[in-house]
């Protein structure tokens, strides 16, 4: 476990660059996936090559990032792997970027892995008129909504909060804007396609899918076994919308933040079935 600001900002928001590829297994690691059992529990991961590598049993995926959160404070620092202070950049690099697609309703948006609320409080919550959120961790949850429902914020505001992993979330609405930030890099490659096949369901019509995630600025996936999460290329992310049956609208990369981070990309879609 991470113990400082500054570890955790590496850990978190990716200061180094790639350190761990995805690649040929080593001894051990092969030993602990034929000793692990079936390979449908496995999370799978783009080879450099391309084809998928296995490599931890899926269960151990999810508990490990799971711990990994409930040690992290429920604050906007703890958010962000310590770098607090670049809340406000993101949140006017996505706030421009939902002005250049025009969300087309303003009535109910959705806010996965929404932690403790920092995105629905600061980008959602003043353009929509309820805002529901999906986030594994209860104390996480717990907070968004004291954060989420303070004084200077209309009553109302916060619908459901889902108190679930992202891999086993389903929406039962329609939602005008469906948002996903720093949390598709916790879910399996299948996972990840099947999450983003149930939540195109869960679009009202002309409704936007948009996702901001680190990616690797190599073709290469990373992997962090500290949260027990992956740094994906743009190109999986793009291959991988497209096979749920997206298609994308308008793609830009975060500007202004410090330097030695993963490149952010803000990526915006629509089903392609509904056009
Ligand atoms: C880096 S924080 C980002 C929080 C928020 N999106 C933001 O930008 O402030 C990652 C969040 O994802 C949550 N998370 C991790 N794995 C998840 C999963 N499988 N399903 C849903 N949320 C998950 C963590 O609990 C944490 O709240």
Sequence with gaps: MTTTLEAQLSDKLKVMDEIKD????????????????RTDERAEFPSPSGSATKIVPEPEFYDKAQKYWSEVPATVNGMLGGLGYISAIDIQGSSVFLREIRVPGNRLALDCGAGIGRVTRNLLIPRFSCVDLVEQDPAFAEKAREYCTSEDVAPGKVGQIYNVGLQKFAPSQQYD????????????????????RRIK???APGAFFCLKENVSSSRKTVEDKEDSSVTRPLDSYERFLKEAGF????????????????????????????E
């Excluded at 804007?177 to 983003?196: E, K, N």
């Design 201 to 203: 369901l869960g679009l």
């Design 247 to 274: 298609r994308i609208v308008r793609k830009v990369k975060q500007q202004n933040f410090p330097k030695g981070l993963f490149p952010v990309y803000m990526i915006a879609c629509k089903p392609v079935s509904k």
């Design 22 to 37: 995805i690649g040929p297994k080593p001894a051990d690691q092969e030993e602990s996936s034929s000793a692990h059992g």
């Design 177 to 196: 804007l469906i948002w996903s930030q720093w949390v598709l890099g916790h879910l399996t490659d299948r996972d990840l396609v099947a999450f983003f």
